[in-house]
């Protein structure tokens, strides 16, 4: 079993930054695969980005250049640093973990999640 704890939500203006921080604990290994999804208001959720606990990242196209998903082994713990962040980055931004050594953009890949953050961005 996986727990996933997210922190670092909040509200930005249009243009900051702020960091989302994703800490997993119980049973982990080499071949978790930790990504983060957001899910706007009354939107889909979107896969936003992934990373394997060996390094391999991923960025969906619509971040990228503005996302960067990155993790820290040893506190178990994985990061999304968000730049020139825009009013449609508003969501709630979630965690997620799969036991796999293969990245998936699909949602319902991923067993393990964590509760959301929401981050606010005005214009």
């Known amino acids: 079993q996986v727990q996933l704890v997210e922190s670092g939500g909040g509200w930005a203006e249009a243009g900051g930054s702020l960091r989302l921080s994703c800490t997993a604990s119980g049973r982990t290994s080499s071949s978790l695969f930790m990504a983060w999804f957001r899910q706007p208001p009354g939107k889909a959720r979107e896969f936003l980005a992934a990373?394997?606990?060996?390094?391999?990242?991923y960025h969906a196209d619509s971040v990228k250049g503005r996302f960067t998903i990155s993790r820290d082994n040893a506190k178990n713990t994985v990061y999304l640093q968000m730049n020139s962040l825009k009013p449609e980055d508003t969501a709630v931004y979630y965690c997620?973990?799969?036991?796999?050594?293969?990245?998936?953009?699909?949602?319902?890949?991923?067993?393990?999640w964590g509760q959301g953050t929401q981050v606010t961005v005005s214009s």
């Open positions: 990373v394997h606990w060996i390094g391999n990242t």
């Open positions: 997620a973990g799969r036991l796999d050594t293969v990245v998936s953009m699909n949602d319902v890949a991923y067993p393990y």
